[in-house]
C-alpha cells in the first residue's frame, strides 16, 4: 500500500432505509431521514419558511455527504447493516442540528457527529465496558468481521486483495482503523481526526507505523510464497 489515495470501498454500493422502510441505494436521490417532514399547506407563514429553509440547508450540506458517511460508518462498525443504522441515526442528528450549523466545513460537521453517535450507541449497548479510553477505533472489528459475507463485503474484499486483507486485520485496531479511513475511504487526516476525535499528529503517527507495519507483513508474505 502506498501513501496514495485508493478508491473508497463500497463506493458503488451500500443503501439507507427510506421513511418508509424501503431500501435505497447509495449514489441515487438520497432520501432524508425518518422524522424529516415535509413543508405541510396550512402551517403559519413562519413555520413554513422555517421548514422549507431546513429542507434546502439538508439538501444543500447533507445529502452530498451520505456515501461519505456510509464508508466511514463502515470501516467503524464492520458491517454495511450497522453502517446503515449508524448513517440514519447521524442524518436524524443533523437534520436537528442544522439551525444551530454555520454551513462552513460540513463533512467534518457530519463527521463529528458520526463519531458522538457511535459512541453514544457503544454506551447504550454496553455500559459496563466504559472506561476513558472511549474511543471509536476500540469498538471496531475485525476488517471484513461479518458473519456472513455480503455481497458489498466481497466487493471490498476483493478490492484489498486476501493477502492484504489478512495483513490489515492483523493490525491493532487504532492502527488498521486510521489506514481504512486514509486509505480506502480517502479522507483527509483532518477528517480522520474528526472522525476518532484525536489529534492530527497521532493520526499521521499511527498511519505510517500501519503502513510500516503492513509493508513489513507483505514482504514476508511474499518472501515465504517464493
Do not use: C
Request: charged share 25%.
Amino acid at each position: 500500500m502506498t501513501g496514495g489515495r485508493r478508491p473508497g470501498h463500497g463506493e458503488d454500493v451500500g443503501s439507507h432505509r427510506t421513511p418508509e422502510g424501503r431500501r435505497h441505494d447509495v449514489g441515487k436521490e438520497a432520501t432524508k431521514p425518518p422524522g424529516f417532514p415535509t413543508v405541510t399547506p396550512g402551517l403559519n407563514d413562519a413555520a413554513t419558511t422555517n421548514q422549507a429553509a431546513r429542507t434546502r440547508a439538508f439538501a444543500q450540506h447533507v445529502e452530498p455527504e451520505i456515501d461519505v458517511l456510509l464508508r466511514v460508518a463502515r470501516t467503524l462498525t464492520g458491517s454495511w447493516a450497522d453502517a446503515e443504522d449508524l448513517v440514519q441515526d447521524t442524518l436524524i442528528r443533523a437534520y436537528r442540528g442544522l439551525e444551530s450549523f454555520d454551513g462552513a466545513h460540513p463533512r467534518a460537521w457530519l463527521l463529528t457527529i458520526l463519531r458522538n453517535t457511535n459512541i453514544n450507541s457503544h454506551r447504550r449497548q454496553r455500559p459496563d465496558l466504559l472506561d476513558a479510553d472511549d474511543s471509536p477505533e476500540r469498538h471496531t472489528p475485525a476488517f471484513g468481521a461479518t458473519s456472513t459475507p455480503s455481497p458489498e463485503q466481497t466487493v471490498t474484499d476483493r478490492e484489498l486483495g486476501e493477502d492484504l486483507q489478512r495483513a490489515v486485520a492483523a493490525l491493532d485496531p487504532k492502527f488498521s482503523t486510521v489506514l481504512l479511513l486514509v486509505d480506502v475511504d480517502d479522507l483527509t487526516y483532518s477528517e480522520v481526526a474528526d472522525v476518532l476525535g484525536i489529534a492530527v499528529g497521532t493520526v499521521t503517527s499511527r498511519l505510517s507505523r500501519a503502513r510500516k507495519r503492513l509493508r513489513h507483513d507483505l514482504n514476508a508474505n511474499a518472501r515465504r510464497s517464493s
